[in-house]
């Protein structure tokens, strides 16, 4: 099969697309369909990972071979991609700006180590990007912009900043990910909608768990019904061989979620697996406490007992992952998650930027009480597992024809929130409240079958 052209036969037949493609949208009335192309990487880490920003942005995306002009509104060509004309306006990252222009001066020196991987630059995330991408390892070019560095290869990487919060820089590069959509999508007068990630009203989410060493010293708070889908309560071996039959019927009565909870190491899981999933009835979910020995094994060996969902911390901190497995050889789904340590002075400022999902684990009451507190939306490990895997199968289609926008929703998650940022004015056909401002408005969509309008300013 013939390569496509590149370096400049390959800016003439680009353009040569981009006006047929202008003149596709006259015919057609508009995109049937404003997705978000992303061409296929060689590598599977990186496929990971930008499979993971996506979903965590919200925005309509499909994996493809090639771009298609009536179907993708934009197009990103991640690290290792294959070789595809840019018929539409790209993001071209790291690795993959030496195959799409390799005559770029920036590319043949090599000025920023970062495209080949070594260094995951933090940029100010407050500042939007103007049209020199001020401050930002990004540049304009021929319609495009180009990324320099590895963007998807850097994102697992932990962030370091002062003496609290490690968090993967995903939450950074989604974020930046997002602010270079945004541009594009501004720029070509296009309307990006995505999937907000937590409920309507909330910008954060705190999965939270309580340890329990006692069973004794909680029975208070397993009683309370106003704790019910906020806190896991995790049971160690101690708790559970300790605990009086009163007390253990108290954890099977609970309308609380109940954990497992291990220290270190993985010694009489089965059995304390066993009896807390009998007490509650089906399975239940277990978290590790900075584990001994290797991370990828030690979750192997938690999934061969088919949890509703895996919490794990490393010794480092920085790795913290939750997710409902399937079948054993599957790869489960995972959050990205923010860890926190236990105490409110330490929270970053801002909290409830980025989307973040934080985890926190409290040992005592008047702890737990303090993060109810917040605003924030609280959940246990349950329900945010189950929201997630709602929104993510929650279908959005968009139809867009210059004058009019359509947007049909198939909502499984209840208070799903769909953010659409335009550079055109929107009035909607139908009473409806939407909130936000010119340039950014927010609808919520009731769970199942939905379709808004919007005439275009």
Known sequence: MREPPVGRGFKSHRSHLRNN???????????????????????????????????????????????????????????????????????????????????????????????????????????????????????????????????FRGAFKPLKDGSYSLFPLIYVYSRLLLKLMSYLCRRERFPLVRKMRWPHGFQCCISLGME?????????????????????????????????????????????????????????????????????????????????????????????????YTSVSTIEGDILSMGSPGPVAEQPREIPVALVEESISTFPADLCSMERCFPIVVRNRDFLMSILSLNCWISDFEGLLSWSEARELSSVDIKYSGRELEIESSSRADGLVLEIISSRELFPKEKMRIEGEKGRYLVRVPAGRSKIGFSVG
Not at 52 to 64: D, F, K, Q, R, S
Not at 137 to 143: C, I, V, Y
Not at 260 to 270: A, H, K, P, S, W
Request: proline content about 5%; aromatic content about 8%.
């Open 212 to 308: 329990v060493r006692d069973i004794g010293k909680v029975r208070y708070l397993l009683e309370r019904r106003q704790l019910a889908g906020k806190v896991t309560m995790l049971v160690n071996r101690e708790a559970c061989e300790n605990a009086s039959s009163k007390d253990l019927e108290r954890v099977s009565s609970s309308l609380m979620n109940v954990g497992v909870l291990l220290e270190r190491d993985l010694e009489g899981v089965e059995r304390l697996y066993d009896r807390i999933s009998y007490l509650r009835g089906g399975k239940v979910g277990i978290r590790v406490n900075r584990p001994l020995g290797n991370f990828h094994r030690i979750r192997e060996n938690l999934l061969s007992l088919k949890p509703l």
């Open 21 to 151: 493609y202008f003149y596709l949208l006259i015919i057609f009335h508009g995109v049937p369909a404003l997705r978000v192309a992303v061409i296929s990487s060689e590598d599977s880490d990186v496929r990971a990972s930008y499979r993971m920003l996506l979903n965590i942005i919200g925005v309509p995306w499909e994996e493809a071979e090639e771009i298609d002009p009536t179907e993708h509104l934009l197009a990103i060509i991640p690290e290792e991609a294959k070789l595809t004309p840019l018929v539409v306006p790209s993001i071209v990252i790291g690795s993959s700006l030496q195959r799409y222009f390799p005559e770029s001066r920036r590319v043949a020196d090599r000025a920023d180590v970062g495209i080949a991987g070594i260094k995951a630059p933090v940029y100010n995330i407050y500042s939007a990007p103007g049209d020199k991408f001020e401050g930002l390892p990004a540049s304009f070019h021929e319609g495009n912009i180009l990324v320099w560095f590895d963007l």
